[in-house]
């Protein structure tokens, strides 16, 4: 029998997998992969109380489709801010952007 | 003998996870990409176990079809050097790694000694006209600033990625 702590440490488990890879990589497209896989576990922990917890209304499940919404526009415009610092840069490693840096 | 849907969300949350690791783990940022979908797919599969089928939907479309095109996009525009060394760590790792692994702990004790209070109530028949009632209902005015963010991050990105005039 799966239960709702099933899926929570399923989401848990892809939640740090997703934060590894967000604060270990240099690239910074893989560092936007990172968040990605962490906002996906996120969703999988609303569904899932949704499903176990309330399921006559389907509060939970809008809220993953806002943070679904909501992820794509800040994959969009981050991806975007990647191609112009590479235009500029002609390098995508998240160490060499210190420009704010003294 | 484990019926089907226990038998089925093993075998989802085992590809999920592995292919997560892959997306994580490999040196060719070409293969992170590619992983990402078949995660994103994984976590469609678990969305259909939950009885979310409008969301898996969503997810399918959105995620594994528009999202991970544009990530493949910028991987192809911004690649510069050995394809084979393009997705390295950098020199947190380990404690990146030391980091995620006590959230990973602090967030399974915690679940595992709450209990869980489930209001009694049956899942309406069809998730969509559930879904399509709150977004027109409760949650219209969220619905509608969705909209125009979305338009905002539209016409963001693409003034982003279309470039000032060259500095020089």
């Keep these: 029998m799966i239960t709702l702590n099933h899926y929570l440490a399923l989401g848990a488990l892809l939640f740090c997998i997703g934060l590894f890879g967000a604060l270990a990589k240099k690239n910074a497209i893989a560092v936007l992969m990172g968040i ?3 906002l996906n576990a996120v969703n999988i922990n609303l569904v899932a109380f949704n499903h176990f917890l309330e399921p006559a209304r389907v509060t939970g499940q809008i809220f993953a489709i806002f943070v679904i919404v909501v992820a794509a526009a800040e994959v969009a415009v981050a991806l975007a801010l990647v191609l112009n610092i590479y235009r500029r840069r002609l390098d995508s490693n998240i160490d060499e952007l210190d420009w704010l840096k003294w | 003998m484990p019926d089907i849907s226990t038998l089925a969300f093993w075998l989802l949350a085992a590809m ?52 991970a095109v544009l990530i493949v996009f910028a991987v192809m525009l911004t690649r510069r050097g050995d394809i084979r060394a393009s ?28 209990a869980w209070m489930a209001t009694p109530g049956q899942a309406p028949a069809s998730n969509v006209g559930a879904i399509a009632d709150a977004f027109l209902g409760r949650f219209a005015i969220p619905f509608e600033i969705a909209a125009v963010l979305l338009l905002v991050a539209i016409v963001g990105a693409i003034l982003l990625a279309r470039g000032g005039k060259e500095e020089q």
Excluded: P
């Design chain 1, 36 to 38: 990605e896989l962490m």
């Design chain 2, 87 to 114: 997705n390295l760590f950098n020199i947190n790792y380990l404690a990146a790694a030391v980091v995620s692994l006590a959230l990973f702990m602090v967030i399974t004790m915690a679940t595992g000694r709450m």
């Design chain 2, 16 to 67: 999920t996870i592995a292919a997560a690791g892959a997306v994580v783990l490999l040196k060719n940022i070409v293969h992170s990409a590619l992983y990402l979908v078949l995660t994103f797919v994984g976590v469609a599969g678990i969305y259909v176990l939950l009885q979310a089928e409008f969301l898996a939907a969503v997810q399918v479309l959105v995620y594994a079809g528009a999202v």
